[in-house]
Each structure stands twice: as structure tokens, then as C-alpha cells.
């Protein structure tokens, strides 16, 4: 069965940094985008950057310039590295692969920046 496991997440004081990971089995990784999504309290999912097979990303302007979304298609792992963080990012952050035909999640991390 296809699965995605994330770890990364926890709690770190404004201004610091995280760095999240998907590990994922049972697919051909290099078939799909990565993504990560996060997901606040009573707030709607937001798209936070994608990565390509070949390395091509995209970022939602809330991170862009503090994120950076990359991929190891040996170890079949996508990677969030979060900078400058700001009590606003606390959220659930969920990993994603797709292609234009399948749609996989990771479990979700909790991702708290408090002082």
C-alpha cells in the first residue's frame, strides 16, 4: 500500500526554524509532485509550495522567501524546510504526491511557533 509519513514537526519560539519530512513507500516517486498543505483551526487548507521530479517548485505567497520545498528521489522523500517563523504558521502541515490520476496524504504534523 502506498504510504507517506511525515515527521518534522513540533514546537519552536518565533523566528525559528523547522524542517519537515515525507518519506514515502509503495509508489513510483518519481511519477509524482510534491506538495505541502497546512491546515489552522476553523481555517480553510492552504497550498504551501509544490516540487516537480526535476526540481522545479512553486511557493504560496505567505512563505515564499521563508520556505523552501525540496525532493530526494532516492530516498523517495520530500522535504519542507521552514525559516523565519511566525506564530501565524502554527497549523497541521500535510504532505502530498499526485499525479494526474492518484492523490496521497501523509498523516499530518503539528507545527506550533509560540514564544
Known amino acids: 500500500q502506498v504510504q507517506l509519513v511525515e515527521s518534522g514537526g513540533g514546537l519552536v519560539q518565533p523566528g525559528g526554524s523547522l524542517r519537515l519530512s515525507c518519506a514515502a513507500s509503495a509508489i513510483d516517486f518519481r511519477a509524482f509532485t510534491g506538495g505541502w498543505y497546512r491546515q489552522a483551526p476553523g481555517k480553510q487548507r492552504e497550498l504551501l509550495a509544490t516540487?516537480?521530479?526535476?526540481?522545479?517548485?512553486t511557493y504560496a505567497d505567505s512563505v515564499k522567501g521563508r520556505f523552501t520545498i525540496s525532493r530526494d528521489n532516492v530516498k523517495n522523500t520530500v522535504f519542507l524546510q521552514m525559516d523565519s517563523l511566525k506564530p501565524e504558521d502554527t497549523a497541521v502541515y500535510y504532505c502530498?504526491?499526485?499525479?494526474?490520476?492518484?492523490?496521497?496524504w501523509g498523516q499530518g504534523t503539528q507545527v506550533t511557533v509560540s514564544s
Open positions: 516540487v516537480t521530479n526535476d526540481g522545479r517548485t
Open positions: 502530498n504526491l499526485r499525479t494526474f490520476w492518484e492523490d496521497h
